[in-house]
C-alpha cells in the first residue's frame, strides 16, 4: 500500500506552495485516485512521493520510503508523461534494454509487448508513434519488473473511449490481482467509473477522501445541456416555468450560448422551447460536476421553490430522447467553463458518449427512487472479486467484475452510477503478464548488457563511425597529395593544424553521447527522473566507449592505408620502425578522448560539455601544460629500475621497455594533459556521486 503524509512542496517567492499538507492512503488490491483539475497540485503530489521534487513529507511504499528500497523499480511501476526513451530507438529494443538493466531475461520483454498489444509494431521507432501507442509502451514499461504498486500520471490523457476501457480494464485487473493502483485524472466521471477510492484535490490541498459511490452521490449530477442562439431568452422561459410549476429548477447560463439546465429534463426543455418558438441547436443529456466542495447542500443558484414541498429532479433524463437524437446531440459537446462558483469538469463528447455505451446505468424515476442503482464497490475485498471470475486465468475483463448493490437514492437529484464490469471491459487476449518468480540478484555485467544494447540501439553509433572514417580517408588523400608529411600522421589522417584527428572527435562524441543520451531521455530511471550514479554503469560505459575507441582507431588506420595505397601506390603505406611506441600513443588519444567524453558528460549532465572537455585538451590545457614545464623534458628511461628498487617489483616479459613506452606517451604534453583532465573529471564524478547518495 501507498501512504503519504504531509506532502508540501516548496513554496517560491510569495506564491503559497502547489502542494499543501496532502496525507492519504492508497490501499492494496484497490484502484485509487487523485483527482482535481489542471493545476491543483496531482503532478507535484506524484513528484514529492517519488522524491523527484524537493520538498516536506513523507510516502511510503509497503512500509518503505522509496530512496530505502534497493531497486526501485522492482517495486513501484511509474508513468509520468511521455515514456522517456530516445525517438530513434525501437519499441521491442527500449523494452530490451530495461530488461538488461533490470537483470530480466529478453523474453519479458515479448511477454510485455504481448499483453499490451503492441507485438505488431515492436519494430516502430519511439519517435513515430502515437498518443495511444505510447500509453500502451509506457504501461508496458511500468509493468516490465512486475511490481507491486503502479504509479500514473493521467494515464488515459488524450486516448479514445475504447483505448481509455483498455486502459483502466489493466489497472483494475492489476488491483484485483493485489496490486496498488494509484493515478491521477481531471474527469470526475472516469474516476468515479474506474476508482474504489477517490482523494479529490483543489488548490494543493486535499478537499474530500470518498469511496466511489459516495463520492458519485455527492459530486456528480444530471443534467441537461442546450445550445441556442436565443441563450437568454430561454434561461428565462425556463426559470419562469420553474417558479410558476414550484419546480427545482437550476439554469446556469454559461459562455456563448450554451445553457446547463439541472433538475428538468430533455422533453421538458424541448418543448418549452418549441412553444416558444425558440430555435435549438442541441439538446443533450450530461452527468455534470458539482465541484470538489459538492455535499449536502444545494447550491446557491438553485431556484426555490415552496417550503412544503422537496421535489426530487426527475429521473428519466437519460430516456427522454431517443437514441438517435441523443447521439447526433452529444457529438457537439464540448468543454465550456461555468460561471457560477463550483465548475464544471466535462470530459469530450466521445468521451462522454463512450461513457454511457459503456456501462452508465439509468436512473430510476422520481417517484420510484428505490429503482436507482448505486454501485458500492467499497464493501467488496479483493478476495471476493477474484472469487467472482469466470476463468482462473484472471483476466482483466473477469477480474473487473464486481456486483452492484442497491442504495437509496439521493433526496435531491438521481445520480448516474457506472458498472465497471462493463466500462472497463478488457479482450479475453490480454492477461495481465505473468508474475517473476525469482528475482536475479546483483551480476557485475549487467550494467555491461544495459550499455551494449543501448549503444547498438540505435544507429548514432554507427552513423558516427562511417562518417569518421570516410573524413580520415579523405584527409589522407590529402595529405598524401600535398606531400611533406610525416608517415605516423598521415595514417592517422592528423594534420599539424588541426588539435585533434578526426578519429579522436568521432571518439569523444561517442563517448559524450552515452551520458548525453542518457540524460535527455532518462529511460534507465523514470522512476527516479534522472540518471543513478553508479560506479557499475560508469565502468561498463568507460568500457564500451574504450572498445569502441581502439575499434574506431584500427579501422581508420586500416582505411587510410588501403586508401593510400590504391591512389599513391606502396610508397605512401610503409610501416614505421617504432610502430608500437606509435601503436601505443595513438590509442591513448583516441581512448582518452572518449574516456574524457564519458566523464564530462557524466559530470556536467550534457553531451554538448562532454565534447566541450574533448576539445579542450589540446586547445586549453596542452598550452598550460607546455607553460607550466617550461620547455623542460622528462626522460623516463630509469623508471624501471628505480621501481624495482623502492617497491621490489619485478617486470616479467620485458615489461621494462613497455613501461617505459607508456612512460614516454605520458610524458609528452598531450599525455600528461589528457592524464590531468580524466584525474580532474573522476574526482568530480566521485564527488557527485557521494553527494547523490547523501541526499
Not at 564530462?600 to 586547445?619: C, E, H, K, M
Request: hydrophobic share 45%; glycine share 8%.
Amino acid at each position: 500500500m501507498i501512504q503519504a503524509f504531509g506532502l508540501t512542496s516548496d513554496s517560491r517567492k510569495d506564491l503559497p506552495p502547489a502542494v499543501d499538507d496532502v496525507s492519504f492512503e492508497a490501499h492494496a488490491g484497490r484502484v485509487t485516485v487523485l483527482l482535481g483539475a489542471a493545476g491543483a497540485g496531482k503532478t507535484t503530489a506524484l513528484r514529492l512521493m517519488l522524491e523527484l521534487q524537493h520538498g516536506r513529507g513523507i510516502t511510503y511504499f509497503k512500509g518503505r520510503p522509496l530512496h530505502r528500497i534497493p531497486h526501485p523499480a522492482r517495486e513501484v511501476g511509474v508513468l509520468l508523461g511521455d515514456v522517456p526513451g530516445h525517438p530513434s530507438r525501437t519499441v521491442r529494443g527500449h523494452l530490451r534494454m530495461l530488461c538488461a538493466a533490470a537483470g530480466l531475461p529478453v523474453r519479458r520483454a515479448d511477454e510485455v509487448l504481448e499483453v499490451v498489444g503492441l507485438v505488431s509494431l515492436r519494430e516502430e521507432r519511439l519517435g513515430t508513434l502515437s498518443r495511444g501507442v505510447d500509453r500502451r509502451l509506457g504501461l508496458a514499461c511500468a509493468l516490465l519488473s512486475d511490481p507491486h504498486t503502479l504509479v500514473l500520471d493521467e494515464p488515459a490523457d488524450g486516448l479514445s473511449a475504447r483505448e481509455s476501457r483498455w486502459l483502466h480494464g489493466m489497472l483494475r485487473a492489476h488491483a484485483t490481482q493485489g496490486g496498488t493502483v494509484l493515478f491521477t485524472t481531471s474527469d470526475p466521471k472516469e474516476a468515479a467509473r474506474t476508482a474504489d477510492r477517490v482523494v479529490t484535490i483543489e488548490r494543493g490541498s486535499v478537499v474530500a477522501d470518498q469511496e466511489s459511490a459516495d463520492f458519485a452521490r455527492n459530486r456528480l449530477r444530471p443534467r441537461v445541456v442546450v445550445r441556442s442562439p436565443q441563450a437568454a431568452r430561454l434561461a428565462a422561459l425556463l426559470r419562469k416555468e420553474a417558479r410558476t410549476g414550484h419546480r427545482s429548477v437550476e439554469v446556469v447560463h454559461e459562455e456563448g450560448n450554451r445553457l446547463s439546465v439541472y433538475g428538468s429534463t430533455c422533453a421538458d426543455v424541448g418543448e418549452a422551447a418549441f412553444r416558444h418558438g425558440i430555435l435549438v441547436h442541441q439538446l443533450a443529456d450530461e452527468t455534470g460536476d458539482m465541484g470538489p466542495g459538492a455535499g449536502g447542500v444545494e447550491p446557491a443558484a438553485v431556484i426555490a421553490t415552496a417550503p412544503e414541498e422537496s421535489v426530487a429532479a426527475p429521473a428519466s433524463v437519460l430516456a427522454a430522447v431517443s437514441s438517435t437524437a441523443r447521439t447526433s446531440a452529444e457529438t457537439d459537446v464540448r468543454k465550456q467553463p461555468e460561471t457560477f462558483e463550483s465548475a464544471e469538469i466535462s470530459r469530450p463528447a466521445e468521451a462522454s458518449q463512450a461513457s454511457d455505451t459503456a456501462g452508465t446505468t439509468a436512473v430510476a424515476h422520481s417517484d420510484d427512487p428505490a429503482r436507482a442503482e448505486v454501485l458500492d464497490r467499497s464493501d467488496r475485498t479483493p478476495s471476493e472479486t477474484a472469487s467472482g471470475s469466470a476463468s482462473p486465468s484472471k483476466t482483466a475483463s473477469t477480474a473487473a467484475s464486481p456486483e452492484a448493490a442497491p442504495a437509496e437514492a439521493a433526496p435531491h437529484a438521481s445520480i448516474p452510477t457506472p458498472r465497471p464490469a462493463e466500462a472497463v471491459a478488457l479482450d479475453s487476449s490480454s492477461p495481465l503478464p505473468p508474475p517473476i518468480a525469482v528475482r536475479p540478484g546483483r551480476s557485475p555485467l549487467r550494467p555491461l548488457r544495459y550499455e551494449l544494447r543501448r549503444a547498438a540501439g540505435i544507429g548514432t553509433g554507427f552513423v558516427t563511425a562511417a562518417a569518421v572514417l570516410v573524413v580520415s580517408a579523405l584527409t589522407a588523400l590529402v595529405m598524401g597529395r600535398i606531400g611533406h608529411t610525416p608517415q605516423p600522421r598521415l595514417l592517422a589522417a592528423w594534420p599539424q593544424q588541426l588539435p585533434l584527428p578526426p578519429t579522436a572527435l568521432g571518439a569523444g562524441l561517442l563517448g559524450a553521447l552515452s551520458f548525453g543520451d542518457e540524460f535527455r531521455h532518462p529511460a534507465l530511471a523514470a522512476d527516479r527522473g534522472t540518471v543513478p550514479r553508479r560506479l557499475g554503469l560508469l565502468t561498463a560505459k568507460l568500457l564500451v566507449a574504450a572498445a569502441t575507441a581502439l575499434m574506431l582507431a584500427f579501422l581508420t588506420v586500416g582505411c587510410d592505408a588501403e586508401v593510400l595505397y590504391v591512389v599513391y601506390g606502396r610508397e605512401l603505406t610503409q610501416v614505421p620502425g617504432d610502430w608500437i611506441s606509435l601503436g601505443a600513443s595513438w590509442a591513448g588519444v583516441v581512448v582518452g578522448c572518449a574516456w574524457a567524453g564519458v566523464l564530462a558528460a557524466g559530470v556536467f549532465r550534457s553531451a554538448t560539455a562532454g565534447l566541450a572537455a574533448v576539445v579542450a585538451v589540446p586547445v586549453v590545457v596542452v598550452p598550460l601544460v607546455q607553460a607550466a614545464l617550461g620547455g623542460a623534458t622528462w626522460d623516463p628511461a630509469g623508471l624501471p629500475a628505480r621501481l624495482r628498487k623502492s617497491f621490489l617489483l619485478q617486470w616479467p616479459f620485458g615489461g621494462d621497455g613497455s613501461l617505459v613506452a607508456a612512460a614516454r606517451v605520458m610524458a609528452q604534453p598531450m599525455g600528461a594533459a589528457m592524464v590531468l583532465v580524466l584525474s580532474a573529471l573522476s574526482c568530480a564524478y566521485l564527488v557527485t556521486t557521494l553527494r547523490s547518495r547523501v541526499k
